[in-house]
């Protein structure tokens, strides 16, 4: 049974900077693609970043520039570097293993944007 754990939300400036966190348990960590995705409040998730499990990376155009995901498969975790953060970044974010069928989603952690 696949689970994961997102941690790292919080409330941040415009601006400013986060780093969330998605421990995973249950899979081969380090074979996996995993994927970091954002939902807006009233809006369907999306994809954020996805990193494969040699580190190709992959971004949205939204955060490019902005955004580094990474992992580190002897901790079975991956993570979202959140830098330049803007108002629109505000939402829930949750990490998935890709390619698997149900998706497996974590609770999500909370990034609140606010001056």
């Known amino acids: 049974q696949v689970q994961l754990v997102e941690s790292g939300g919080g409330l941040v400036q415009p601006g400013g900077s986060l780093r969330l966190s998605c421990e995973v348990s249950?899979?081969?960590?380090?074979?996996?693609?995993m994927g970091w995705y954002h939902q807006a409040p009233g809006k369907e998730r999306e994809l954020v970043a996805r990193i494969t499990g040699r580190g190709a990376a992959t971004y949205a155009d939204s955060v490019k520039g902005r955004f580094t995901i990474s992992r580190d498969n002897s901790k079975n975790t991956v993570y979202l570097q959140m830098n330049s953060v803007k108002f629109e970044d505000a939402g829930v974010y949750y990490c998935?293993?890709?390619?698997?069928?149900?998706?497996?989603w974590g609770q999500g952690t909370q990034v609140t944007v606010s001056s």
């Open positions: 998935t293993v890709e390619y698997l069928y149900p998706a497996p």
């Open positions: 249950g899979i081969i960590f380090s074979i996996n693609v």
